[in-house]
């Protein structure tokens, strides 16, 4: 550390181990002024000279494991200062059959163990017939192969190979997720060759899936449904979202978790009676935390003017007529403004209709708005009405046009 803070401050170091605790002092290796981190080599908990086949870098099972390794390391470093090292290769021992794990066989007379790149085993598992450990938590598969030598001549041998696929990698994932460890490593990149599928789990366990949420419509009339959709990409059933609003798009409240079903989607059905914003939180099931917030959404509210009396064509009422005009405003709560209600009155001169007045009205407690009008003018009149917005809701659309004739 001191030797790199000389050059520059700011990089960062690792340090490699086994998974054998005892074997180091871990504290004081990554302590102030030492490393930032421990590379854990979560392979080769089996050798060459095993006496049974097995996986390589088992995460659970009966003999000491990764899982068993990660577990004492954080007895004594915090989860951030670990990262657990996966193998992109796996092995092959010759062995007596092709059982699981079967007891192998003198390499000399039947063929040395080698360690096989993951593109070269999943090759022979495509060519051979891919199997699962489902206790050690480890991709195999058994083949036939000769092996010829000088002083036994030509035999014929089962050959184990336990190899990490995308399953088994992504269990191992699964553990350093959980954990909260600091990251995960790969022995080697490049072993893979070409073969884009241990990217992809890659993707699928650390990537942030996009989360998308929508709305069946932007803007409603009070008292009307909206549909929201939330769907997370690359998860599978039963994942948890939690569906949030908020009126300032700062400060956010629950709205409910719903499980996503099997393509990853899920509905959820509200009746706002304001103008709000909405997003989805995925949940990680296991530790509770956030893993992806969709974009946010807006509904707008527009509130309701019904406007009374309601006619049926034209009135025709005598000069000098008084009317009053009720206009009903929904929603009508104590716990928001109350939209003032606009009314404005038309008068047709010279053939253009010409506004004669405009009145803004506060409705009472109940959300009830009265305008009173004296016709003072012979021929055709109208008058309508709208509830004017308010920080929570918008304006409403307007009311029906109320003809009169004045004569």
């Not at 994932?173 to 022995?187: A, C, E, H, S, T």
């Not at 909206?226 to 798009?249: P, Y």
């Not at 909405?278 to 959404?297: E, F, M, W």
């Amino acid at each position: 550390r001191a030797e790199f803070d000389a050059i520059a401050p700011g990089y960062e170091i690792t340090v490699d181990t086994t998974g054998y605790v005892g074997n180091y002092e871990l504290a004081n290796l990554v302590a102030p002024g030492a490393a930032d981190a421990i590379f854990l080599m979560g392979y080769d908990f089996r050798t060459s000279g095993a006496d049974n086949a097995g996986a390589i870098a088992p995460i659970s099972g009966e003999i000491y494991d990764v899982a068993d390794a990660v577990r004492s390391f954080l007895r004594y470093i915090p989860p951030s200062a670990l990262i657990v090292g996966v193998p992109y290769y796996g092995r092959a021992w010759s062995t007596v059959s092709d059982e699981p794990n079967a007891r192998t066989q003198t390499g000399t007379r039947y063929g040395s163990s080698v360690a096989t790149e993951y593109q070269t085993a999943a090759t022979l598992a495509e060519e051979n017939g891919r199997r699962y450990d489902s206790v050690e938590q480890s991709a195999w598969t058994a083949y036939r192969k000769d092996n010829c030598s000088s002083t036994y001549g030509c035999v014929t041998t089962w050959r184990e190979l336990y190899y990490d696929d995308p399953e088994s990698l992504g269990a191992k994932y699964d553990l350093v997720n959980q954990l909260g460890l600091r990251g995960m490593g790969i022995w080697a990149l490049g072993y893979d060759g070409t073969r884009p599928e241990l990217w992809d789990v890659l993707a699928d366990k650390f990537l942030v899936p996009p989360l998308t949420l929508n709305a069946s419509s932007d803007v409603i009339t009070w008292a009307s449904q909206v549909t929201l959709t939330a769907h997370l990409g690359g998860t599978i059933a039963g994942q948890q979202v939690e569906l949030q609003l908020s009126r300032d798009n700062v400060a956010w409240l629950p709205l409910g978790r719903l499980a996503l079903g099997p393509d990853g989607s899920v509905t959820h059905l509200i009746t706002p009676y304001e103008n709000c914003y909405y997003r989805a939180i995925a949940i990680d099931p296991a530790t509770g935390l956030t893993i992806a917030t969709s974009d946010t959404v807006r509904v707008v509210v527009r509130s309701i003017a019904i406007q009374r009396p309601l006619l049926n064509g034209v009135k025709s009422v005598a000069l000098g007529t008084g009317a009053r005009f009720v206009t009903t405003v929904r929603p009508a709560r104590v716990d928001t403004p109350m939209p003032a209600v606009r009314y404005v009155v038309y008068r047709l001169l010279d053939g253009r209709w010409t506004e004669q007045t405009s009145q803004d009205v506060v409705p009472d407690a109940s959300g009830v708005a009265v305008f009173a009008l004296a016709f003072n003018g012979r021929g055709p009149w109208y008058v309508r009405s709208m509830a004017l917005p308010t920080p929570f809701n918008a304006n409403s659309s307007w009311g029906p046009v109320l003809r009169y004739n004045v004569q």
